[in-house]
């Protein structure tokens, strides 16, 4: 069983600038992949940005390219999300997401990261509110 711990979000301004992290329960792997899914009210949950810790490929969804900015400590298991020039769109609760790395996704990590049912651990979840 991996623990997520998430932590960051919050309030920001539009065009500001938030940070997000997450870490990992301890693992003797570098075979895994970490990210962020969000969900907005009324609306599916849209998968984010995620990272390989195996190769260091990375998924943006196309709404937060340019924008959002992923980074990794492979030693303490942890991930961060720099996100800067927050829009109306991006408010929703932010979920840090895990998947194990397989022959079958391992060179694919948007595939893993875009379907739910691939995904193999949930953080919590934590706000993250637009507002000026």
């Known amino acids: 069983q991996v623990q997520l711990v998430e932590s960051g979000g919050g309030l920001a301004q539009p065009g500001g600038s938030l940070t997000l992290s997450c870490a990992a329960s301890?693992?003797?792997?570098?075979?895994?992949?970490m990210g962020w899914s969000r969900q907005a009210p009324g609306k599916e949950r849209e998968a984010v940005v995620c990272l390989s810790f195996s190769d260091g490929l990375t998924f943006y969804a196309s709404s937060v390219k340019g924008r959002f900015t992923i980074s990794s400590d492979k030693q303490k298991g942890t991930v961060n999300l720099q996100m800067t020039n927050l829009k109306p769109d991006d408010p929703a609760v932010y979920y840090c997401?895990?998947?194990?790395?397989?022959?079958?996704?391992?060179?694919?990590?948007?595939?893993?990261?875009?379907?739910?049912?691939?995904?193999?651990?949930w953080g919590q979840g934590t706000q993250v509110t637009v507002s000026s």
């Open positions: 301890a693992l003797n792997t570098d075979y895994y992949g």
């Open positions: 997401v895990f998947f194990w790395e397989t022959p079958s996704n391992r060179d694919d990590v948007g595939l893993s990261c875009q379907r739910p049912d691939l995904l193999d651990y």
